[in-house]
């Protein structure tokens, strides 16, 4: 009877934490009046519109980077686009939502402007601030500015590329995410190696290289728009067939 009973509760445990974290994940990833769909009146309106001033100059590299997960272009990154944004270039809904929730927990309060209003548990990321969200343990590929550094990205494939001079294995991507790591800096452990295992997962070729020229176009963020052009048109070719 006792070992019933404590089954039952371990059940109505696991479904309460399953309910938890499902609602937590809407809450931050299911749109809402300011997200993903532009304010609309008053100091909102206005607000989105100086921040959709981002792309009326000459955006760096980090910027034009963040900016393929603005799919609105209205200069703030919501979780809900984030989300879409990384279903876009194929990556599969857990991953997706997770890694939503951590690109935007970790990115979102650094870039806020000050004295800018945001909803709660949304963590909007400003595309012109995004600079500041930069996390450490880095390749130091973007400067302080999110700059595009090239000796740094040289420096990638000089001490890291054993196999071939212009691509890398997975084992040589670990040992330069573990060169990378500042003491104590688990944060910038995590960014490092999600971004990195991610983008070798998507985009290694069939002998497990990851190539030169596909991490030089992550930099600038054409990588995304051409993956996602990519889907689209396979999408577009399994409805013809």
Not at 17 to 22: E, I, W
Not at 47 to 62: N, Q, W
Not at 152 to 180: R, S, V, W
Not at 217 to 237: I, N, P, T
């Amino acid at each position: 009877m006792q070992t019933q009973q404590r089954s039952v509760a371990r059940h109505v445990l696991r479904g309460a934490c399953l309910a938890l974290v499902t609602a937590a994940l809407v809450s931050v990833l299911v749109p809402g009046s300011n997200d993903g769909g532009g304010a609309t009146t008053g100091q909102s309106s206005s607000s989105s519109s100086s921040m959709a001033d981002v792309y009326k100059g000459e955006l760096t590299p980090l910027q034009r980077h963040a900016a393929f997960f603005d799919r609105d272009k209205d200069g703030v990154i919501y979780p809900s686009e984030t989300y879409k944004g990384f279903r876009a270039i194929g990556c599969g809904v857990a991953l997706s939502a997770a890694s939503a929730v951590f690109v935007n927990a970790a990115l979102g309060p650094n870039t806020k402007p000050e004295n800018q209003k945001t909803p709660p548990l949304k963590f909007p990321i400003y595309v012109k601030n995004i600079h500041k969200g930069k996390h450490g343990s880095d390749s130091g590929v973007y400067d302080a500015n999110g700059r595009f550094v090239s000796e740094k990205f040289e420096e990638i494939f000089k001490k890291y590329a054993h196999t071939k001079p212009d691509a890398l294995t997975g084992k040589e991507l670990q040992e330069m995410l573990q060169a990378n790591r500042e003491p104590k800096d688990f944060k910038g452990w995590l960014g490092g190696f999600t971004e990195w295992k991610v983008l070798y997962s998507l985009c290694k070729d069939k002998d497990g290289f990851l190539h030169k020229d596909t991490v030089r176009a992550v930099y600038d963020g054409s990588l995304f728009e051409r993956l996602e052009q990519e889907r689209k048109a396979k999408k577009e070719l399994r409805k013809k067939k």
